[in-house]
């Protein structure tokens, strides 16, 4: 009787035990899952940080962007930041916090002198940049106004001029407002008639004695992608565009009347 009591003893120790050990580990298991919801932040400070994913495309978007601007700037800005001054240029004269010193759509005249307040005897612009102009006023204005902060905006170009001649749609002198390639030219003058030789189109430029330098362009090549649209105009720039052989048979034909007229003189007919 004595060994059947100590049987049951061990038994029931023995499942208390394992009914211990099932009841806790569950809840140790809650505890844990818990622990790691209640406070994030242990958990999210042992996993490393994550990092944006850039893809391929975004790359790609960013180098076009960069190029595109490294292509524009020099393209538009480089030709107002080397501008030099002429007649019937527009310029904007501003000295912050002063707005009595500054002046609003200044068009210069020929003589190339302008007058602001505080200077009577002008400043002449004409051939300097506005940068240069503006470093200027400040001198002058350094007389009666301390440490002048003073900008000078071209608002109008109209100095630079060029032409395109021959055989294009709308020949003429035009103004360059901006950076003008060769074919650039000739598509604002209309583009090349049917009668223009695209491969002998050539322009002259000015040299430092007088004299016109032919400068040969080849825009049938540039038109179909085999030579680089790499001439760039300066001011006093014409673009010849010379006839082909269909505006020399245009003008032999008109000919044809005049001798015609002048054999009935002759006895030809």
Known sequence: MKKLF?????????????????????????????????????????????QAEVTDDAKTNRADAASEEAAIVPYY?????????????????NVFAQERYSKQGIVIPPSGR?????????????????????????????????????????????SYRYSVIGDVGQPGIRLMTR??????????????????????????????????????????SIYKGQAPDSVYLVPGDQVVVPGNALK????LTSFLPVLSFARLFTGGF
């Open 6 to 50: 100590t049987q049951i003893s061990i038994m029931a120790l023995v499942l208390t035990i394992a009914l211990s050990a099932l009841a806790q580990s569950p809840s140790a298991t809650r505890q844990r899952r818990v622990s790691s919801v209640d406070k994030p932040e242990l958990s999210a400070s042992k996993q490393p940080s994550p």
């Open 248 to 251: 020399k048979w245009q003008t």
């Open 179 to 220: 950076r003008l390639s060769v074919t650039e030219a000739i598509a604002e003058a209309g583009g090349i008639l049917q009668t223009g030789n695209k491969s002998k189109v050539y322009v002259l430029r000015k040299q430092a004695n007088g004299n016109l330098q032919p400068i040969p362009v080849n825009v049938s």
């Open 114 to 158: 302008i007058y602001l307040a505080l200077i009577p005897e002008g400043i002449f612009v004409n051939g300097k940049t506005c940068d240069q102009v503006a470093e200027l006023i400040k001198k002058k204005y350094d007389e009666y106004i301390l440490e002048p902060q003073v900008s000078v905006s071209l608002d109008h170009a109209g």
């Open 77 to 93: 800005n480089n030709f107002f930041t080397t501008y030099r001054l002429g007649p019937e240029d527009v310029i904007s004269v």
